[in-house]
């Protein structure tokens, strides 16, 4: 298992290094037509055979036993199998596609298809490509571009030979599974709806714009971003480019709340530990995997994730875009056109449900401080009780004397008005903590709930010093 682990790891790590020993410059596949090496790209798609893409269908009436259609069948033989399946032209039909290393009845697919059969009368098709989703990245992204293309023949075969309307096409598709998507949209013209989820970001941002998700793919694009920072390697899987018709940036649409600073550190310390491979690739890829949580928790809930419209997401936790001035949009399965498009911003909270009560909170500490290096953590009490502790500051930083620390954070649930805010102080380690004190100076901190407005300011009479690991509760107001 040690072996296993620590090569998942490693892809993760060269995902953008690896390189293909296959020297062809074009590979054909019969109805697929030929695919053709550039000048940036040098993978090609695998044959069809070893990719051994297959359609996944389930309708309330078969939920749990799926009836498989298989992509390097004739066609002739799809008609027959969704003949004698339970799909009908009269209901809307959904897919939903995996990305990088996954497979078909991945947990989460599982989940999104019982929750969509839930909510809805679909024909709901998984698209199963897990066999040509594995490591080397490169390859995989390589085979998007053919499953894209088996996938657009299926889709245009529903259309002539079981009268399906394009427009009531909807794919929703995470990382590679959203670029994937994009690509079906660029060969048919048009499916009414793609819900990108994290598009991924490596050698897609080389490509034109006819091999990625944009809006012209489809009547309407939505898509949510939660892991654009840069690629490093260990982080920046998705793509922060806004490429739909409404683009949603939880929590900036980088760094989500609840998920590790240091993956791999956390990866490696979960390993140590004997703890099973899925903790390890969820903590290497949390905030990438936390869009189709969002996605997933959208489609029931009768919380509703407003998306306000900012010209930043600095501006948005500055407290500057809240009121839902013009109207706000719904992010996830219920998100539409009614409020019009462009980048909308929100919070959400750090672990399930996600969805909840939205808080700014401005801290600012002492005048007599010297360069400190750290973060705080939050706990907020209202009249209907305490949130559990929750991360106010995003990572380590640095703190000057009078500085102020603006968030906006989410919160389960309603805990009415608020009486009593906590604050823990945790000092950074490292170089950067080299120096520097072990306390710091707290002079007030201010609370306002988005929902009513209230403001609270909290402060004591003198201001207050927290050392590492210290946690102190502000109930008088000033």
């Known amino acids: 298992m040690v072996v296993r682990v620590l090569g998942l790891l490693l892809a993760y790590v060269v995902i953008a290094s690896t390189s293909t020993k296959d020297k062809r410059e074009s590979a054909c596949y019969g109805d697929l037509g030929c695919f053709q090496t550039t000048a940036n790209f040098k993978n090609l798609p695998q044959d069809p055979k070893v990719v051994q893409t297959s359609y996944l269908l389930y309708t309330r009436q078969n939920r749990n036993t799926a009836s498989v259609v298989k992509a390097a ?54 698209i199963d490509w ?110 922060i480019k806004a490429s739909g018709h409404i683009d949603f940036y939880p929590n900036g649409g980088t760094d989500q709340p609840g998920c590790s600073d240091n993956p791999i550190g956390s990866a490696i310390d979960i390993l140590l530990h004997g703890t099973d491979v899925s903790q390890v690739t969820h903590a290497v890829s949390c905030s990438h995997g936390r869009a189709h949580e969002l996605y997933q928790e959208s489609i029931a809930s009768s919380c509703k994730f407003e998306g306000q419209k900012c010209h930043s997401w ?15 949009s719904n992010m996830g399965f219920h998100a539409d056109l009614q409020h019009g498009g462009g980048s909308l911003y929100l919070s959400t909270a750090q672990n399930t449900p996600y969805c909840g009560s939205e ?72 170089l950067a903590a080299l120096g520097t004190p072990t306390d710091i100076k707290v002079k007030n901190i201010s609370i306002r709930s988005l929902s009513t407005s ?6 004591e009479q003198s201001e207050t010093t927290l050392k590492d690991g210290d946690r102190h509760s502000f109930s008088h107001t000033c």
């Open 73 to 126: 069948d004739p066609h002739s033989t799809w008609t027959k199998e969704l003949g004698s399946s339970h799909f009908s032209s009269s209901r809307p039909t959904k897919f939903i596609v995996h990305g990088f290393m996954d497979h078909g009845n991945k947990g989460w697919i599982i989940e999104m298809k019982d929750s969509l059969l839930n909510q809805g009368d679909y024909n709901i098709f998984l």
């Open 314 to 328: 600095s501006d948005y936790e500055s407290g500057k875009c809240h009121g839902c001035k013009g109207g706000c």
């Open 454 to 459: 209230h403001l609270l300011r909290f402060c």
């Open 359 to 430: 808080f700014y909170v401005e801290l600012q500490v002492g005048s007599h401080i010297a360069d400190t290096y750290g973060r705080f953590y939050i706990t907020i009490t209202g009249s209907h009780g305490s949130t559990s502790e929750l991360e106010f500051s995003r990572d380590y930083r640095h703190y000057l004397k009078t500085q102020t620390e603006k968030h906006v954070i989410a919160v389960h649930g309603s805990i009415g008005s608020v009486s009593k805010v906590t604050l823990r102080y945790k000092r950074g380690s490292g």
């Open 130 to 239: 897990g066999h040509g989703s594995q490591f080397p990245y490169e390859q995989a992204t390589a085979n998007t571009f053919l499953v894209g293309e088996q996938t657009a023949l299926f889709i245009k075969n529903l259309h002539t030979a079981k009268r399906v309307n394009y427009n009531d096409i909807h794919f929703i598709g995470h990382s590679l599974g959203a670029q994937l998507s994009g690509i079906v949209g660029n060969k048919v013209n048009k499916i009414g709806r793609i819900s990108g989820l994290d598009p991924a970001q490596p050698l897609f941002d080389k490509f034109s714009s006819n091999h990625y998700l944009d809006k012209s793919d489809a009547t309407f694009v939505d898509v949510i971003h939660t892991d654009g920072a840069d690629f490093s390697g260990i982080a920046g899987y998705g793509w």
